[in-house]
């Protein structure tokens, strides 16, 4: 489930593509190119052209190139980034593990003969040009104390949800969310703005701690409390049972006893 710290694996791994002439472009796939891009428009803006950066915003893949044009990849829940056949994630939660060149979306051969690979076995992902990056809030692995206050601001609206509105704080996914509320101590259905100063500091380095670690560890669904978020599952901190809600339309994990 590609969450910001596998996009940011993906985007280390997009550097080695960097500098290299694309000399074809293959969109076998309508459906996943988005915001009115069709293969031909896709194809005249990247071919001949080469990738000059790799940036990411959340869970957006950003690869400028030497053109007027950057090409933005998003992931779904099952999509993968493979170059020179080398991928940035071995797997990933709730998707298939098998290589298949037919969930090959969207591909460029460099004319070194390499090529970059988007493969996606359920077609959550997307292909955009120029994506509208003002769409997206401050990306949360270097949001500010001050930034993120203002993400919460006095809403009512449940913590978890805010924390996941990608307009507002782009990157953070439910398992990212659920993983770092619970280092927090705070609970996901609390209101956004009842944070104290406090809560709100230990909310922020949570943040940064927790996004640090799962890319360290190699994907969102790596936190401690994954393997303990099943019916029975006990907290991982202090052994109680934990609870399962919808929070913000998303099912939510937490420890009724640690989390307040």
């Known amino acids: 489930m590609p969450e910001l710290a596998e996009v940011e694996l993906y985007r280390r791994l997009a550097v080695r593509a960097l500098g290299r002439r694309i000399a074809s472009v293959d969109a076998p796939d309508a459906w996943f190119l988005k915001g009115g891009v069709d293969a031909r428009r896709v194809t005249d803006a990247l071919l001949g052209r080469r990738l000059t950066e790799a940036r990411r915003i959340g869970k957006l893949l950003l690869l400028d190139t030497d053109g007027a044009h950057v090409l933005g990849l998003r992931f779904g829940m099952t999509g993968r980034l493979l170059v020179d056949g080398s991928a940035g994630i071995d797997e990933l939660l709730y998707?298939?593990?098998?290589?298949?060149?037919?969930?090959?979306?969207?591909?460029?051969?460099?004319?070194?003969?390499?090529?970059?690979?988007?493969?996606?076995?359920?077609?959550?992902?997307?292909?955009?040009?120029?994506?509208?990056?003002?769409?997206?809030?401050?990306?949360?692995?270097?949001?500010?104390?001050?930034?993120?206050?203002?993400?919460?601001?006095?809403s009512a609206a449940p913590l978890k949800a805010r924390l996941m509105d990608q307009g507002r704080l782009a990157g953070i996914g439910n398992l990212a969310a659920d993983e770092l509320l619970w280092r927090a101590g705070l609970d996901p259905a609390r209101e956004a703005g009842s944070l104290t100063a406090v809560e709100h500091r230990r909310l922020h380095t949570h943040l940064r701690r927790t996004i640090a670690d799962l890319i360290a560890r190699g994907g969102s669904h790596t936190g401690t409390l994954q393997t303990h978020r099943v019916p029975g599952g006990r907290c991982p901190k202090d052994g109680a049972e934990l609870v399962r809600r919808t929070v913000g339309g998303r099912t939510t994990w937490s420890c009724p006893r640690h989390q307040a």
């Open 95 to 154: 998707s298939s593990v098998r290589d298949e060149p037919a969930w090959d979306r969207f591909s460029l051969r460099f004319d070194d003969g390499g090529d970059l690979r988007v493969r996606d076995p359920r077609r959550l992902g997307a292909v955009v040009l120029d994506p509208d990056e003002s769409r997206l809030g401050v990306d949360a692995h270097v949001v500010t104390p001050a930034a993120l206050r203002a993400v919460l601001g006095d």
